[in-house]
C-alpha cells in the first residue's frame, strides 16, 4: 500500500470510529497532538483537541450531536474521498440528525485531514452551509425540551 493508499485509509477508519462512537479507536488512530476545526459559529465551533470541549460552551461535537443521532442511520457521513495526497485528504461527507420532533437534517460537508506519520494529525471541516446547522441544532433542542416536559407531565 502507498503513501496515499495509507492515507486514505486512515481517515476513512477515522470515519468508521466516530460513526460507531468508539472513541478508543478514534484515538488510536489519531498523532497525539491532533487538532480539530469546525466553523466559529457553530456550538461546539472552533479549533481543539481530542476529547477538549469548547471553552465558553462546554460543549463536544459528539455531546451536540449524540442526541440527534439516535440511531446507526443518523450517524451515517457517507464519506466519499474526493482528493488526496502525500500528506492530505479531502473527503466530502454528510451530516444527518433527527431532531424529538422528526425533524431530519442532512447536510454536505467538506473535511481537510491531514495525515503525518501514518495518523490522522488535522482535521477542518467546512459545512456548506452552518446556519442551517445552527438552526437545526437550536431547533432540535427546542423539540428534546418540549418533550420532557411532556413527558414528566404524563
Known amino acids: 500500500m502507498n503513501t496515499v493508499e495509507a492515507n486514505v485509509r486512515v481517515v476513512l477508519d477515522a470515519f468508521g470510529a466516530v460513526e460507531r462512537r468508539d472513541g478508543a479507536a478514534l484515538l488510536a488512530l489519531c498523532q497525539p497532538d491532533a487538532r480539530f476545526h469546525w466553523p466559529p459559529s457553530l456550538v461546539y465551533g472552533g479549533s481543539r483537541g481530542l ?13 451536540v450531536w449524540d442526541p440527534v443521532q439516535p440511531t446507526q442511520a443518523e450517524r451515517s457521513m457517507d464519506p466519499r474521498v474526493v482528493a488526496a495526497s502525500d500528506r492530505e ?13 422528526g ?12 495525515v503525518r506519520e501514518g495518523r490522522l494529525a488535522r482535521a477542518q471541516m467546512f459545512y456548506f452551509d452552518p446556519g442551517a446547522v445552527s438552526a437545526f441544532l437550536n431547533r432540535a433542542a427546542r423539540a428534546a425540551r418540549l418533550a420532557d416536559a411532556q413527558g414528566s407531565t404524563a
Open 51 to 63: 476529547g477538549e470541549s469548547n471553552a465558553s460552551q462546554g460543549r463536544t461535537f459528539e455531546a
Open 89 to 101: 485528504v479531502v473527503v466530502l461527507w454528510r451530516q444527518r440528525g433527527l431532531a424529538a420532533d
Open 103 to 114: 425533524e431530519r437534517f442532512n447536510s454536505p460537508v467538506l473535511g481537510l485531514y491531514e
